[in-house]
């Protein structure tokens, strides 16, 4: 076993006995750093099915310097009102006087733009249609959603399938546009 006398007071002080120092050392845990080459406790334990879980735990813990697993902190929720509005650029919270296609205090942006929906034809501010739900597509794109939205694509798929094009497939889209308005 190569394992320093510290490191087996150590791995004994964990948890581990005698003979599972010699088991690991068997499945060639040599050393610290072999550990680092196991990786984790299920790991571990998979090489000593033995080994109870907590010690396995504190082992690798130990011989990785991986802080201890917590328990997950409660999440935090803000309730706002309803006539509360950030910007969508930025983030930062409008003054209570704001009114839709003001400029935001922090960015200078428009904090709220009025978009047009190219699945019902309505406007309004936001990242979402208020009449239908739609998610907003940016101006430049819109002829592309409804092109798409002709073509028989699902409502929430066009911004989606938007995104994920590259500017060679945006391309052909917008060429099949100039035809039909031609």
């Avoid at 099915?49 to 990785?64: C, F, I, N, Q, S």
């Avoid at 919270?93 to 009025?114: F, H, I, N």
């Amino acid at each position: 076993m190569n394992f320093t006398l510290l490191e087996q007071n150590i791995l004994i002080a964990k948890g581990l006995t005698a003979e599972q120092l010699n088991a690991l050392a068997g499945v060639g845990v040599q050393g610290k750093a072999d550990f680092v080459t196991v990786g984790d406790a299920a790991t571990l334990l998979e090489l000593m099915p033995g080994l109870d879980a907590a010690v396995a735990r504190k082992v690798m813990e130990w011989a990785t310097g991986a802080a201890p697993a917590r328990a997950a902190e409660p999440t935090k929720v803000t309730i706002d009102s309803a006539d509360v509005v950030y910007c969508v650029h930025c983030s930062a919270r409008q003054p209570k006087d704001y009114k839709t296609g003001d400029l935001c205090m922090s960015c200078g942006k428009q904090a709220e733009p009025v978009q047009a929906c190219h699945w019902c034809s309505q406007s309004g501010p936001g990242k979402f249609c208020r009449g239908c739900g739609a998610e907003f597509v940016p101006l430049a794109e819109y002829n592309l959603a409804v092109l798409l939205k002709r073509e028989g694509v699902a409502k929430e798929e066009i911004t989606r399938r938007l995104k994920g094009m590259t500017a060679e497939e945006k391309d052909v889209l917008w060429g099949r546009v100039s035809r039909i308005h031609g």
